[in-house]
Nanobody
Framework: VQLQASGGGLVQAGGSLRLSCAVS??????TGWFRQAPGKEREFVAA???????YYPDLVKGRFTISRDNAKNTIYLQMNSLKTEDTAVYYC???????????????????WGQGTQVTVSS
């Protein structure tokens, strides 16, 4: 399974971006987005399970929306009302296991994309 993230860029605070994650090479069950800013640990941003349930941490809830297009094998992350603190490299991740899945834990994902840079200016 390969994941290809795209859609990052430079945007002003208050603006929007949509990230895409194209999945190829197999079927995945659960997918998520994480981000990592310089000097910080990777943190959970959003996830969507095989049933369609979505998960968000409080810091992005109401601003970010994860979705998927099964026909295109693509996962999206719509980011609105962006803040300077959202600046980071964003990674998509996927899991193919039917075992217990914890959407907020990076260790729950077996496959990772290469990351796409999001920079929010003030």
């Amino acid at each position: 399974v390969q994941l290809q993230a795209s859609g990052g860029g430079l945007v002003q605070a208050g603006g929007s971006l949509r990230l895409s994650c194209a999945v190829s090479g197999g079927t995945v069950l659960h997918t998520g987005w994480f981000r990592q800013a310089p000097g910080k640990e990777r943190e959970f941003v959003a996830a969507i399970g095989r049933s369609g349930n979505t998960y968000y941490p409080d810091l992005v809830k109401g601003r970010f929306t994860i979705s998927r297009d099964n026909a295109k094998n693509t996962i999206y992350l719509q980011m609105n009302s962006l803040k300077t603190e959202d600046t980071a490299v964003y990674y998509c991740a996927a899991d193919r296991q039917f075992s217990q899945w914890y959407p907020e834990k990076a260790t729950s994902y077996d496959y990772w994309g290469q990351g796409t840079q999001v920079t929010v200016s003030s």
